[in-house]
């Protein structure tokens, strides 16, 4: 594809783990760490294209002219820095670890440690992937999936579920795949096709999944 196959269009990344608060010091979060979005981000604008990255806490930095850096810390605000930003929009791709559930109360001070069990009431969090799917006008939307188990059918499930066009299917059961370290190994699901990729970096890999999302959007 030629350096600027995407210029003039605007894509959405959400990367990054979401931190739900319990207190002021502590959080409940995942081992995500952003490197997947970033990467995307980066290819994609180096492709010509605005990119709009709304990042949880993640320790990847981007200086890319390119890219308009958000930084959120919990679900609720990377849902609501997604939708200011989602009409304008061309592709969107949600890669984030969004926590499923957060704290029902955050604790104004520091929890104390008095009896021998505590418990913390949870509620759903809303889920950004399926609000955007509902709210699809232009957009090109793709979903990452990380399953442990039946993870085509779920994969496919979460396609038609939330309304996507393509989804990015890593299996934890992959040496080497999934949101914690350098490389990643993927399958992308569409409603036609399935299509599988060996292990590399995620910097290959943003190429292929940006190929991929190019080839469909012009087919
Ligand atoms: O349903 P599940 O969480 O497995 O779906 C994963 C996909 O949905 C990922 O693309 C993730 O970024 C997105 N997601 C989201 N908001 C949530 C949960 C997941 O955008 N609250």
New binding site residues.
């Given amino acids: 594809q030629s350096t600027q196959s995407l210029k003039g269009k605007t894509v959405l990344i959400?990367a990054g783990p979401t931190y739900e608060a319990l207190d002021p010091v502590r959080f409940i979060g995942n081992h995500s760490s952003g490197k997947m979005g970033y990467s995307l981000a980066e290819e994609a604008a180096n492709r010509g294209a605005q990119v709009i990255l709304i990042s949880g806490p993640s320790a990847e930095k981007t200086n890319n002219q390119n890219i308009q850096l958000h930084r959120v810390v919990s679900?609720k605000e990377m849902f609501d820095k997604v939708f200011e930003n989602y009409e304008n929009a061309d592709i969107a791709i949600?890669?984030?670890?969004?926590?499923?559930y957060a704290p029902k109360e955050i604790a104004q001070e520091k929890i104390k440690k008095n009896d021998d069990s505590l418990t913390i009431e949870l509620v759903k969090?809303?889920?950004?992937?399926?609000t955007?799917g509902e709210r699809k006008t232009k957009q090109f939307l793709v979903?990452?999936?990380?399953?442990t188990q039946n993870e085509e059918e779920n994969a496919k499930g979460?396609l038609k579920k939330?309304n996507l066009n393509m989804i990015v299917l890593n299996s934890l059961r992959d040496e080497g795949a999934g949101f914690k370290g350098g490389t990643n190994k993927i399958k992308i699901i569409t409603e036609s096709s399935l299509t599988e990729f060996s292990l590399k970096s995620k910097t290959e890999v943003a190429k292929d999944i940006l190929n991929f999302v190019e080839e469909q959007i012009l087919k």
């Fill in positions: 959400t679900a949600a890669s984030a670890a969004v926590a499923d969090n809303p889920d950004i992937l399926k955007m979903g990452f999936a990380l399953e979460k939330k």
